[in-house]
Each structure stands twice: as C-alpha cells, then as structure tokens.
C-alpha cells in the first residue's frame, strides 16, 4: 500500500490517512486488516465500515470477516458489494445486513454488520478491500479511508484510533435559548425524515421540544413489549393527553409530521395520515432535542432532515410533506 497526503477524506482533513490501493496484476486483490486481537465469548453484533473513493476504474469492493472461524463457522465470504464508481449496493450476502452512504465528493461508506457464533475463535481479522468483478487491469485503483470496528448495529461518527481500542460517547445535539423563537408557542409542526434500522427494545427519541420534564412534546419512535412504532406524543404537566402512535414491521425511510395545536394535533407518517386528537394543551418549549429526549433513548438511527414550522399545517400540507 501507498500513502498520499493529496487526497481529502470524507468531512475530514487528516493527511496520511488516505490508502491508495493499486492492482498490480490481473486477478482478484485481498488486503486484510485485523481488528481486535481476540473475540470476546458469547453472540456479539459488529459492523464494519469503510470509506471508499472511485479512483478512475469501475471496480467493485466489498467488507468481509477473514475465516469462518472468527465468526462462529456462519459468515465465511458473506460480504457487502458496490461499484466503486456509482456506490450502488450489488448484492448483500443473507448472513449479514448492509449499507452505503453517499458522503458527496466520490466517497462512499460501506458499513457490514455481523454476529459472531456463541463461541468464536482467534483475531478478528477483516477483508476490508476485494476485487471481485473477475480480472482487471494492471495498475488499476481506488482509495479507501478510515476503517472502522465497532461493537454495534449501526456505524458510529468516525472515531480516529491507531493501536488500541476507543470508547466513543454518544452523540447529543440540543439547542436552547436563542432556538425558542423558532418554536412555534401556540401552534407548530415538527418534522423529521429518519432512515430507520436499529430495532430498539426502548423508545428513542428522534426530535423532542422540552420546556422542563413534566412539559415537552415531539416525535418519538417507541417500543412497547414486542412492537415497535413511531408516535407524536404531549406531556403536559406531568401527564400524555395526546399519544398518537403508528406500529412499524420493517426497516426504511420514513417522513413523519407531527402537527400541533390547542386541541388540535395530527401525525402524518409517509402521505398517511395515521391519527388525530381533539384534545390537550400546547407546551410553551425552549429546547430542542435531536436524536435523544427526557425519558427517552438515544435513536442509534440516521435522522435525514429535521424542519420546525411555527404553523400548524393543514392536513393536505402534512400529506404532502410526509409523501
């Protein structure tokens, strides 16, 4: 491998970080990088993620664990395929799931996720770049940047490491004071999009308007025993008169639209409306959560857009949004 400071990683400017990777023949090419140097016992869910740039030559790439053994003798060459020049998903092998995020400039990241067997053996050693299209041409390439493993379901924020292991703390965005007049006091509408994945055994809270913990409203995805859903709730003084909710089955994209307004509240989930209430008051919030809440926790999913109109959108508005 060769190192060159002239390319800019993704939302980064780190020189030497950026892996330029030639073929220099015409067969497939493996490079392997390993991880962790033991697997710790018991069933434990990992993902895999690295950033790829199309350097000229179409060729395809993939994320794999190095041998079955490492992974319970269940994921041996299960792997997630892209073009490197369009970043299109070719194929996902049935042991794993897996995803590609277009970070804009050329680069892509691939993310793998993977659970090992109840009793895996050696390294974690990962295939981290694959040539799997058939013969190439010598002196074909393309760039990859910061790898990453991690214990979770999802790809976190890029955490830089060099030989030892790092504990990353969860991201929190919130806002307050100067945001409060972009908060519609009276009436309002709170809209999100999510790409939703992470099936979580609690409520995660996606965008939350918070005045104090007895006092707030928003968007939510919850859980309730075995069901998962998305719902526009109001707690007011302590109590939830309005608890709007929609069950979901299957990972996606979803645009959701919370209207509110004194005794007049609306949630619409991808052109639908899913319920209406004709009572509860409306919270004077000062705050704004994304991603996490009082009482709520972190979403551990990708939020796409967040809009707050100081309107109540009228219901062919919401459907239309949300479509």
């Known amino acids: 491998m060769s190192r060159t400071a002239t390319t800019t990683s993704p939302a980064f400017d780190i020189s030497g970080t950026i892996i330029a990777k030639t073929v220099t023949g015409t067969t497939n090419l493996y490079a392997s990088q390993t991880c962790l140097t033991s697997l710790p016992s018991g069933s434990t869910t990992y ?77 974690a050693t990962v295939n981290y770049l694959m040539i799997v299209s058939g013969s190439v041409a010598s002196g074909s390439s393309f760039i990859t940047a910061l790898p990453q493993l991690e214990a979770s379901s999802v790809a976190t924020s890029y955490i830089p490491t060099t030989t030892a292991a790092v504990t990353r703390n969860a991201d929190v965005i919130s806002v307050s004071g100067a945001v409060s007049g972009a908060i519609g006091q009276t009436e309002g509408t709170i809209y999100a999009e999510v790409d939703y994945r992470n099936f979580s ?87 704004v959560h994304l991603g996490h809440g009082n009482g709520l926790a972190q979403l551990n999913d990708r939020i796409r857009a967040v809009a707050l109109y100081t309107t109540r959108l009228t219901n062919a508005q919401l459907a239309s949004l949300t479509t």
């Open 201 to 287: 055994t609690a409520s995660q809270g996606i965008v939350q308007l918070f005045l104090d913990a007895s006092n707030r409203f928003g968007i939510a995805a919850f859980r309730s025993g075995a069901i998962n859903g998305f719902q526009g709730y109001v707690i007011l003084s302590g109590n939830i008169p309005v608890n709007i909710t929609s069950t979901i089955t299957s990972a996606g994209i979803y645009k959701l639209a919370f209207g509110y307004k004194l005794d007049d509240y609306v949630l619409y989930i991808n052109g639908t409306q899913i319920g209406a209430d004709t009572s509860g008051g409306v919270v004077a919030a000062n705050t």
């Open 47 to 123: 993902t895999i993620s690295r950033f790829f740039k199309y350097n000229g030559t179409d060729l395809t790439t993939s994320l794999e664990p190095a041998n079955s053994a490492q992974f319970g003798n269940t994921l041996w060459n299960q792997k997630v395929v892209i073009s490197a020049a369009s970043g299109v998903t070719l194929g996902i092998s049935t042991a794993c799931t897996g995803s590609v995020d277009n970070f804009g400039n050329g680069w892509y990241r691939v993310s793998a996720r993977f659970t090992t067997g109840a009793t895996p053996s050696g390294s």
